[in-house]
């Protein structure tokens, strides 16, 4: 009987060890999938100052509104650019179609985007950004837009959240 001797291959020369490769590939997959997914999500988001007392309604919008004054409409109160103006209270309460205070403050220069509103804009170029708790009754959001036109301001914007599309099944259509 020959005693078993180990051959070159066995005892793990240097010549015959297989090298070590690092696939980078996969990594790179993934990383592009996640810069892909960052930038599809993060850009044509317009932030709006949100308070807690307001529930903005939903909606599908194609166009994106820019940067503008904000009134913002809670459940009690009316405020411009965080400044309290009046209570809905006292809106509700008064019989004229528009709400003086609030004129009163649009009418005046207000900064947007650090830069003093122009008086001399044209009516169809100034714009206003309306947020507005849900649950509150059309007289006082249109008491509110009336205003905002009678002000001046030829855009109004009413801030909504965006609801999701439907997905559908290939070959279903809506």
Do not use: W
């Amino acid at each position: 009987m020959i005693p078993f001797l180990p051959t070159h291959r066995q005892t793990g020369s240097p010549r015959h060890r297989a090298e070590v490769e690092l696939n980078l590939i996969p990594l790179i997959d993934i990383l592009s999938v996640m810069v892909a997914f960052l930038l599809v999500y993060t850009t044509n988001v317009e932030v709006v100052q949100n308070a807690k007392g307001v529930e903005i309604p939903q909606s599908t919008a194609d166009v994106q509104p820019q940067q503008s004054v904000v009134v913002m409409i809670t459940r009690d109160q009316l405020f411009v650019q965080n400044e309290l103006i009046a209570s809905i209270a006292e809106i509700r309460e008064s019989r004229t179609p528009l709400i003086e205070p609030l004129r009163a403050v649009l009418e005046r220069p207000l900064l947007v985007n650090g830069a003093p509103a122009a008086r001399t804009e044209a009516l169809a170029t100034r714009e206003i950004t309306v947020l507005a708790d849900k649950s509150l009754p059309y007289e006082v959001v249109k008491k509110v837009m009336q205003t905002c036109t009678a002000a001046s301001y030829g855009k109004i914007s009413l801030a909504v959240i965006e609801k999701e599309k439907p997905v559908y099944a290939i070959g279903k259509t809506a």
